[in-house]
């Protein structure tokens, strides 16, 4: 069956860095597109980061820009958010999910997704 299962997340100083993985089984990375969101304390959840399916174009947030990267390999079934120069702001559950879009137009939004991982909890403070 399809699962999505985040890790990675854990407590950092402001500065600091994390790589957080989503590996997914009961289906191919190239046949669907993988987003990244973000829930923190008090807000609504967030799409931060997106890899198409298509062509493997990749988009940010604006506020994680030039600190996030996403990537994934195939062959291992994940997709990894590179987080540096963590800030208190970050502060969140980041969840993957999966979505049928081919690319990454509506990444902001949940439309288009059917399942998801549980998520992993990443803290910034000092």
């Known amino acids: 069956q399809v699962q999505l299962v985040e890790s990675g997340g854990g407590s950092v100083q402001p500065g600091g860095s994390l790589r957080l993985s989503c590996t997914v089984s009961?289906?191919?990375?190239?046949?669907?597109?993988i987003v990244w969101f973000r829930r923190a304390p008090g807000k609504e959840r967030e799409g931060v980061s997106c890899?198409?399916?298509?062509?493997?174009?990749?988009v940010y947030v604006d506020s994680v820009k030039g600190r996030f990267t996403i990537s994934k390999d195939n062959a291992k079934n994940t997709v990894y958010l590179q987080m540096n120069s963590l800030k208190a702001e970050d502060t969140a559950v980041y969840y993957c999910?999966?979505?049928?879009?081919?690319?990454?137009?509506?990444?902001?939004?949940?439309?288009?997704?059917?399942?998801w991982g549980s998520g992993t909890l990443v803290t910034v403070s000092s």
């Open positions: 999910a999966r979505s049928g879009f081919y690319y990454c137009t509506n990444y902001r939004s949940e439309a288009g997704t059917d399942y």
């Open positions: 009961g289906f191919n990375l190239d046949t669907y597109t």
């Open positions: 890899i198409s399916s298509r062509d493997g174009s990749k």
